[in-house]
């Protein structure tokens, strides 16, 4: 048994009176808006914990219906801050769950940068001002309402539907929800596959909407530690050993060095379908790319642009740097640090072994400081992918659902690892150039949220509904 074994499991004894909530989206709106100002209004960053915004949506699932064995808060002993909230709504059991996640806690805001509360709602311009309101507090009422109104229905799909409401996503990780529900209480949240609104993304430039992306995978991040010794000696007898010398010309080599293109089932549809958006050359590059071709002027092109550069390849960059001990005297050692994301499906030797070669200084050592962690793609189910077209065209006739693998890290690793198929869609449309997620004066459009509520109930109820989700 793991130190977290002993979970405390509170169900609530004083329940509120089970009030009826009209089951139509008029109110699922109302609720939403109502809940997010609640939700907002709680300090779930690392310092203050996720129980109380457990508790507090606890009370609204009680409220709205569910049986008290199905509202289940839980949190580790030894971090009783740190609380999750798992709720089910039963199906016919004729397909395995579908379970739904989003973390509830938020990253540090300072009031004193924002030009609003960061813990209250602020409704101006058309948008609505809050921390956690993108990341992710809005998709989790959004989840919320709508679990609320498939029971209100009295709807009974196919498969269960479950919404794991969780713990420390975003800092410090020392109780990471997903992790530990899956370490601890994987029969109350197993599944056939995960939905992680948080590694999805509803892009939109200029006011257009452009895509939904359906993201099965995530780079997998490696931390690299490599270092030049030397016996030092006075800085008045320079030597060409100079082990921030060497250092330096290891890391001007990796500089100018791309790891080769690495594409993944995921990534070839991605450019395919990316490519309607584009046009011109763009366009080209991404179809010649997306069919395996060899093009070096294409690859270059694409690879100029950070943004599909890491989705062609592994990369490996210097994030910081130190060395010598004294102004007067030859350095006894330079190091730097790299962090590596990695293509799913490479190793962490291969990696190692590329980078020796790169760096090409057989006095230049190369140490893990955070070893990869297994974190497979998850097959394009074209079920799944065809029911988010589907429900995505049902609001936006010409949006596009775009297949990702995310150069960054979400909960939805922890899923994947264990090995539940995992899926990030998110249709809180945000603007692509102006993304305050973690930032300053984060907000999401009044318009945005109201058509995501909508959109996560239509795809909630098409998913919990269909058969044969996770099949190739
Ligand atoms: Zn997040």
């Known amino acids: 048994m793991n130190k977290f074994s002993i979970a405390l499991l509170v169900l609530f004894a004083c329940l509120p009176p089970a009030t009826a909530i009209s089951t139509d989206s008029v109110a699922t709106q109302t609720l939403a808006r109502d809940l997010l100002k609640q939700l907002v209004e709680i300090n779930t960053t690392h310092a203050h914990g996720s129980t109380e915004a457990a508790k507090v949506l606890a009370d609204r699932f009680l409220a709205a219906g569910f049986a008290p064995q199905d509202v289940a808060l839980l949190a580790p002993t030894d971090h009783p801050t740190k609380g999750n909230l798992v709720v089910r709504l039963h199906g016919r059991g004729k397909e395995r769950p579908i379970l739904y996640i989003g973390h509830l806690d938020v990253v540090e805001a300072k009031p004193e940068d924002w030009s609003f509360d960061p813990f209250s709602l602020t409704e101006k311009d058309g948008w609505l001002y809050g921390r956690g309101v993108i990341d992710m507090k809005g998709q989790d009422v959004a989840m919320a309402v709508s679990l609320m109104r498939l029971k209100q229905e009295n709807f009974h799909p196919a498969r269960d539907v479950i919404v794991a409401f969780t713990a420390d996503e975003e ?5 990471n929800g997903v992790q530990w529900l899956l370490d601890a209480h994987r029969d109350l949240i197993d599944a056939q596959l ?13 006011g257009r909407k452009l895509y939904v992306a359906v993201q099965t995978s995530e780079k997998n991040f490696l931390t690299f530690a490599i270092q030049a010794i030397d016996k030092g000696g006075h800085s008045s007898r320079p030597t060409a050993d100079n082990p921030i010398y060497r250092l330096s010309a290891a890391l001007a080599r990796l500089s100018q060095f791309r790891f080769p293109v690495h594409l993944t089932a995921t990534t070839k549809e991605y450019f395919a379908r990316r490519a309607e958006l584009e046009q011109g050359q763009v366009r080209a590059d991404m179809r010649a790319i997306s069919l395996g071709s060899t093009d070096q002027a294409a690859i270059d092109r694409m690879s100029a642009v950070v943004e599909t550069n890491v989705m062609l390849r592994t990369t490996c960059t210097a994030t910081m740097i130190d060395g010598g001990h004294a102004e007067n005297a030859l350095p006894q050692r330079a190091r730097a640090t790299l962090q590596c994301r990695v293509i799913p499906g490479e190793s962490a030797e291969s990696v190692q072994e590329t980078l020796q070669t790169v760096l090409a200084d057989p006095r230049v050592a190369i140490s893990t400081i955070t070893p990869a962690s297994p974190n497979p793609e998850s097959a394009l189910a074209p079920a799944l992918v065809r029911a988010v077209e589907d429900v995505a065209h049902s609001i936006w006739p010409t949006v596009i659902v775009l297949p990702e693998m995310s150069p960054g890290a979400t909960d939805s690793r922890y899923a994947r690892a264990r090995g539940i198929p995992s899926y990030g869609i998110d249709a809180m449309f945000d603007d692509l150039d102006d993304s305050r997620a973690h930032g300053r004066d984060e907000r ?17 109820k ?7 989700l996770a099949d190739n």
């Open 171 to 175: 800092a410090g990780g020392d109780a």
């Open 194 to 206: 995960v939905v992680n609104p948080d590694g999805g993304e509803a892009g939109m430039k200029s």
């Open 444 to 460: 999401i459009g009044v318009v945005a949220f109201k058509e995501d509520v909508d959109f996560t109930y239509r795809l909630m």
């Open 462 to 468: 098409a998913l919990a509904q269909s058969p044969r």
